[in-house]
């Protein structure tokens, strides 16, 4: 649902605490009016990638941050119906990013519902299956909610750049230069 900039006064984030998900509530702020931005963290197995998520969070602008402990209902509707159904991409990887998605989009419409959200944001990238992941669950479950996809938007166009905007803005970060790339880790992969 097409909603304008102006309109959108709160957003629901999924929120890792990762680089993209760092630089977009600073980035929501800067460009929707200052609205407010509730991060959820979806615990499907992260274990320590949690930690220190609060602070984090609300030091970049969120009002406050939700994390939600999936990791029952992960393994017992996602998990081992994806155990049962022999499902391995190639023979070798065992899809755990691809099907914690849809319980995210669940949860995330789920809150986006509770706290009366304007809009759902994720940090997808714009080439990447988990845009769609991400969306047809938050549609499923939130079918008139406003998606904010930073990615389609913003005029980054790396993660250079997205350190840059992070150094810019004073965000702390885990990650270096050096070591930019994003890891998925939960209870299956």
């Not at 479950?141 to 840059?164: C, G």
């Amino acid at each position: 649902m097409a909603k304008a900039k102006k309109d959108i006064k709160k957003v629901v984030l999924a929120y890792s605490g990762g680089l993209d998900t760092s630089i977009i509530i600073p980035w929501l702020k800067e460009n929707y009016n200052n609205c407010e931005v509730i991060a959820v963290s979806a615990d499907v197995g992260q274990g320590t990638e949690l930690d220190g998520l609060e602070e984090k969070a609300i030091k970049t602008g969120a009002s406050k941050l939700i994390v939600l402990d999936l990791k029952k209902t992960f393994v017992e509707d996602y998990i081992f119906p994806t155990v049962q159904a022999g499902a391995v991409y190639e023979n070798r990887y065992l899809l755990g990013t691809s099907f914690a998605r849809p319980i995210i989009g669940k949860e995330l419409a789920r809150i986006a519902l509770e706290e009366g959200a304007d809009a759902i944001c994720h940090g997808a990238t714009g080439k990447g299956n988990d845009q769609v992941r991400f969306e047809l669950a938050i549609k499923a479950y939130a079918p008139d909610m406003a998606i904010i996809a930073p990615w389609r938007e913003w005029t980054i166009k790396s993660r250079d750049e997205e350190i840059d905007y992070a150094e810019a803005h004073n965000i702390p970060l885990k990650i270096n230069r050096e070591t930019n790339y994003s890891k998925d880790k939960n209870l299956w992969h």
